[in-house]
């Protein structure tokens, strides 16, 4: 069976995206505004390493791959965390140091070491982006359901009818590690059922 984009970006289960992924999705997930600093922060970092790494992978000696990754990757990060500062300073002060801590971040090294080290431009391209919205995704609805039934806000501004009802705990991390322990949830539950008729169609279509 030829592999779809998804299955292999994913390559295993959404869950186990999101679980390498973890630390970033919960420093953000507290507020809307932190978290489309780091969906943007993890797509641009993501889709500019997948770029060079792809394009210089054939140069590389085998015994110097991971530290030229990883000083790739932290170059990046550290160029977008510099532009963050300049034009966002209230979502890198939300963010503090987990930004810097993209630098050593396994999803984007994964990419980097398994899509971009042996796949041309146009199919690094490709996983980066796909892999960039996905997380961007999972941290915006995080933060939707923290920020607004947390904290009573949204983009920062009171929800006045919201005030008497919020639910301070999910603020904190462990509000925060139950809302994205149910979004995983709910995904693992939606691409379960999507691989499912996948193969009941596949059945059909060769019986």
Known sequence: MKKTKTSYLLRGTPSVLLFIGAGFVMASSADIRAAL????????????TSIVVSAIHKIIPAYAKTPVYLMIITGFVSIISMFMQAWFPEVVQMLGVHLAALSVSAVIYRDAEEIADHNGEVKSIEVALVTGVFFTVVMVVCAL??????????????????????????????????????????????????????ESKEKEDNC
């Open 145 to 198: 359901i923290r920020e607004v039934l947390g904290n009573a806000t949204i983009w920062g501004k009171p929800i006045a009818f919201l005030q008497d009802y919020k639910v301070s705990a999910l603020v904190g991390a462990v509000g925060g590690y139950i809302v994205l322990a149910i979004v995983m949830a709910i995904i693992n539950k939606v691409t379960g059922l999507h691989h499912h008729l996948d």
């Open 37 to 48: 600093g780091m969906g943007a922060a993890v797509l641009l970092s993501m889709l500019l």
